[in-house]
């Protein structure tokens, strides 16, 4: 259960309303998610989020179907279901096939693994691996 009812259109500001419009023209669809339904509570975040998403989520150095499986990493590493939900949706939908996802949970997996193997033993840092050193 939210901490705040999903706001439908007609119950948000005209500010928040506009980064819903923003939303459907860029994403080509009428449908907004109750990610941004919640933050139209605060239309100013509302607002700021949607502006900064679309920065770092468009194509630049890395591939958009990159940047979503890079970004349902962070969320499983992070326990965010609704985003690991979102972008894996995301993800699949600019390309990704099971075996990328299956590749994909195997890297996370590992990466996991091996974090918590060197946090408990605390290995130090190679010099040829730290990045002032590069």
């Known amino acids: 259960m939210g901490t705040v009812p999903l706001l439908q259109d007609e119950e948000v500001s005209a500010e928040a309303l506009a980064v819903f419009d923003d939303i459907r023209q860029v994403r080509g669809t009428d449908f907004i998610n109750n990610f941004w339904r919640s933050l139209a509570h605060d239309p100013a975040l509302l ?58 949970l195997a890297v996370i997996g590992m990466a996991a693994q091996t974090n918590a193997l060197v946090t408990g033993l605390q290995t130090p840092v190679d010099e040829v691996f730290r990045a002032e050193e590069s």
């Open 47 to 104: 607002h700021a989020t949607w502006e900064r998403l679309k920065v770092v989520m468009a194509p630049g150095a890395l591939d958009p179907l990159v940047k979503e499986m890079i970004y349902v990493a962070v969320s499983t590493a992070n326990g965010c279901s609704y985003c690991v939900h979102s972008h894996t949706a995301a993800a699949r939908a600019k390309g990704m096939t099971p075996e990328m996802h299956g590749e994909l």
